[in-house]
């Protein structure tokens, strides 16, 4: 069984008891934090196997997408605009770069895992580099091709990537 929820940090389970914490009372920096009225969304997923097998990171962040609408073509797939092979990934973020051209694409090992992972997004990819939170370039092992991006990950490692189509 899993507690899926919209961003609720504190969790536990005692004695066969799962309990979540929905507010914090702390007096610093601010007295007031939490104070008024709350909206809480959680869920509980059962599952067989690990979280692993058990598809729980999926399941997140199912729970925490919004449905998103668009107009024009699908693809004849049904798919997104990039799917994953080889280690799988988790999704963060994707926006425009703050100070370039390109997007900025974060992706996460969420399962403890180690190895490389392809990206094969549904457009090619003119230019791909690793880059960290602030968006400055790093050294990182991509490599691009056509519509393809690889990466390696390291387990729990976020990568952020500047692309370019």
């Not at 969790?11 to 309990?19: A, D, F, Q």
């Not at 997004?121 to 490599?143: H, W």
Request: proline content about 5%; aromatic content about 10%; glycine content about 12%.
């Amino acid at each position: 069984m899993a507690l899926l929820n919209d961003g609720k940090y504190g969790h536990s389970v005692i004695g066969g008891i799962l309990e979540m914490s929905l507010v914090r009372g702390p007096l610093s920096p601010d007295p007031f934090a939490d104070e008024g009225e709350h909206h809480f969304s959680y869920a509980l997923f059962p599952h067989e196997g690990t979280w692993v097998s058990g598809k729980v990171v999926q399941a997140a962040q199912a729970f925490n997408a919004s449905m998103v609408v668009t107009t024009g073509a699908t693809s004849a797939t049904g798919g997104g605009c990039v799917s994953v092979s080889g280690v799988e990934l988790g999704f963060g973020a994707l926006k425009e770069a703050h100070d370039r051209d390109g997007f900025v694409f974060r992706v996460y090992e969420p399962h403890g895992n180690r190895g490389e992972s392809t990206l094969n997004f549904d457009r090619p990819v003119k230019q791909a580099a690793c880059i960290n939170l602030p968006e400055d370039d790093i050294e990182g092992f991509v490599s691009s091709g056509g519509r393809e991006v690889s990466i390696h990950v390291r387990p729990f490692e976020l990568v952020s990537l500047l692309l370019e189509f």
